[in-house]
């Protein structure tokens, strides 16, 4: 009969300490020029949005408006309302990215600390929460 040496491997504990979750510098290069190209893009699509507001247009004549051109100017003006806000939102949220990126904290949810989940990231690549404080804070 063989007596089998067990092995002990002497396994360094890991601490009650949880280790910092990361992307890698590597990855937030990129990134960071995404964020920044999106960034660029939205601040472009805004001042377009402006400009196609007829409110904007300070040449417009009240007097003259007839009906139909005003409630078409309210539609453009609602339209261009709302979508200046969405981008405004998107504006908002990708600066913050932008600042999670330059703390090296990108992908990680800014409440509970945990990885944001990638396929959410390749969705809204601004998020900086995770699907779960997402829905918390939106409740
Ligand atoms: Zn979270």
């Known amino acids: 009969m063989r007596k089998r040496k067990k092995k002990i491997k002497k396994q360094k ?5 949880v280790k910092a979750v990361q992307i890698p510098a590597k990855l937030l290069t990129p990134v960071g020029h ?3 190209g999106q960034l660029k893009k939205l601040e472009k699509r805004k001042k377009d949005i402006e400009e196609e507001d007829p409110f904007k247009d300070t040449s417009r004549v009240l007097d003259n408006a ?3 051109t005003d409630a078409a100017e309210q539609f453009g003006h609602a339209r261009a309302s709302a979508i200046k806000e969405e981008i405004d939102r998107k504006i908002i949220q990708t600066k913050k990215a932008l600042t ?3 703390l090296g904290k990108y992908g990680v949810c800014e409440d509970c600390g945990k990885m944001i989940d990638t396929d959410r990231l390749m969705v809204y690549p601004e998020a900086t929460l995770c699907a779960k404080c997402q829905a918390k804070k939106e409740k």
């Open 66 to 68: 007839s009906p139909d």
């Open 13 to 17: 504990k890991q601490r009650g300490k």
């Open 100 to 102: 999670r990126v330059k």
């Open 34 to 36: 995404f964020l920044q």
